[in-house]
């Protein structure tokens, strides 16, 4: 019988996704087959599954820590924010509809069915369930109809363990403030408690871990110290990007768009030792630098007026015309061509809008999203494998210099007639050692010879070490039911 439970988390961003990526990979290793389920993910960092659909990245990240291919029915319901109070909705991996967040909460309890049938589906010929929540369940104000915490785990009669986040401070106030806002019958499920992001001498805290039991009632499961290799694992959270700068060495920016998509892409490029990568925040300039990342989008031309808001559009045409090289991601190649149209309204509104002009092409976003895993080598040669995730065709002078050519022959992206501009649709190019290799030959830099994918695998494998010498693993399993 397939037991289950779940963690929650005082608040977003308290480690509940790199948690559970830890504890799947650690019990995975004990023989049990474990999968992860998330009820419902919000985020524009999406991943493509081998069914055809789109899950949150951070359950791609959970599945592959169970040695699983990412399947829709981990993260049922995606929500993937356009504006700053509404969203796609997508349902077992395809677009549902689009609403705005009050109009959501009235939509919750037509999407509990497609949860419990994924919950189930699931849990067929598996050993244990580990379930993520999101947000907050102290968010008792959204609990009516709720499929994402306490809703879901009283409707499925999971047990909870609750975590805390220490490093931003007040953590015996999040948990017990939690407890105290919760409904008797919520907290009842509640059966113990973490404490994430330690730094320091543990000891210091005993006393902290003994009042939150105290005055919870719940038990004290472990006190986590900070991990700190998780910055190298692919992250969900956009927040964490505004202004970060990491290594040195040939400097790439990359500005950071209010629906950057699949951000993740830019995880290999940080692991170089020959490599600055700039996250630029808005209102601040696109420095001087070797190469601008235009990345991703959820919404192409509301992030593109965005982007020409910040004046950005000046620096990157100055950039250029100093012979500066430009890389454009999915959203980030569609807004560096002559032109985007939106005749449906895809991705908003119907409209469109010019684009930045560097690269011959249009593109309409029309048709069905491509959801898709592919392979190939570049033009030049190198490997590479990752996806499609779009909306759209995009057409023009500049596609007869492609950049890729997929296994079965299509040509993918584009180039301008100097080189120094390029762009495509495939998402995941730089963990391909050999393309990432090729593509920092471009701008000048040296490659260190990471074995990117390897190095996830030793990631998940020293997570999981870690969390099996600060929290009783058998204790935990013990909850399960």
């Not at 290799?229 to 927040?239: H, I, N, S, V």
């Amino acid at each position: 019988m397939t037991r289950a439970l779940m963690f929650q988390g005082t608040g977003s961003d308290v480690g509940k996704s790199l948690l559970v990526a830890g504890f799947c990979r650690a019990f995975a290793r004990r023989g049990l087959r474990v999968a992860p389920f998330k009820p419902q993910n919000m985020s524009n960092n999406a991943a493509v599954t081998a069914d055809g659909g789109e899950i949150g990245r951070a359950q791609a990240l959970q599945a592959r820590a169970c040695g699983l291919a990412p399947s829709v029915h981990m993260n049922p319901v995606l929500l993937k924010p356009q504006s700053e109070v509404g969203a796609q909705i997508v349902v077992r991996g395809r677009i549902f509809g689009q609403a705005k967040a009050a109009d959501y909460q009235s939509r919750k309890a037509q999407l509990a069915g497609f949860v419990a049938d994924s919950f189930k589906i699931l849990g067929e010929g598996r050993d244990l369930l580990l379930v993520e929540g999101a947000g907050s369940p102290a968010e008792v104000n959204l609990r009516a109809n709720d499929i994402a915490n306490m809703g879901f785990a009283r409707a499925h009669d999971v047990p909870v363990v609750l975590i805390g986040d220490i490093d931003r401070g007040g953590v015996i106030a999040q948990i017990v403030g939690t407890k105290a806002v919760l409904d008797p019958e919520d907290a009842a499920l509640i059966q113990g408690f973490l404490v994430n992001k330690f730094r320091g001498d543990p000891r210091l805290f005993d006393a902290g871990m003994a009042i939150i039991a105290d005055r919870t009632g719940w038990a004290p499961l472990g006190l986590i110290p900070f991990f700190h290799r998780a910055a190298q694992l692919p992250a969900e959270d956009a927040f964490s990007l505004r202004g970060a700068r990491h290594g040195v060495g040939k400097r790439i920016v990359v500005p950071l768009l209010p629906h950057i998509a699949n951000f993740d892409d830019l995880d290999p490029l940080k692991a170089e030792a020959d490599v600055e990568l700039v996250m630029v925040a808005p209102g601040q300039p696109l420095p001087v630098c070797d190469l601008v990342i235009l990345p991703g989008s959820k919404t192409t031309i509301g992030d593109l007026a965005f982007f020409r808001a910040q004046g950005w559009d000046i620096d990157l045409a100055a950039h250029a015309r100093r012979g500066g090289k430009v890389f454009g991601i999915c959203g980030g190649y569609q807004m560096l061509g002559e032109k985007i149209a939106d005749p449906l309204g895809m991705e908003g509104p119907v409209g469109a809008a010019p684009g930045l002009g560097l690269l011959a092409v249009e593109t309409e976003l029309s048709g069905d999203k491509t959801l898709a895993a592919c392979a190939g080598v570049s033009t030049d040669g190198a490997a590479f494998s990752g996806y499609e995730m779009h909306v759209g065709v995009t057409k023009g002078a500049d596609c007869a210099r492609p950049l890729l050519r997929f296994a079965d022959g299509r040509a993918e992206g584009a180039r301008n007639a100097t080189g120094t501009v390029r762009a495509a649709y495939v998402h995941g190019l730089f963990a391909a050692d050999a393309f990432r290799a090729e593509f920092l030959g471009w701008i000048g830099a040296e490659s260190a010879g990471l074995n990117y994918e390897g190095e996830i695998e030793r990631i998940l494998d020293e997570l999981a070490d870690h969390l099996g010498a600060h929290v009783d693993l058998d204790a935990l399993l013990g909850l399960a039911r």
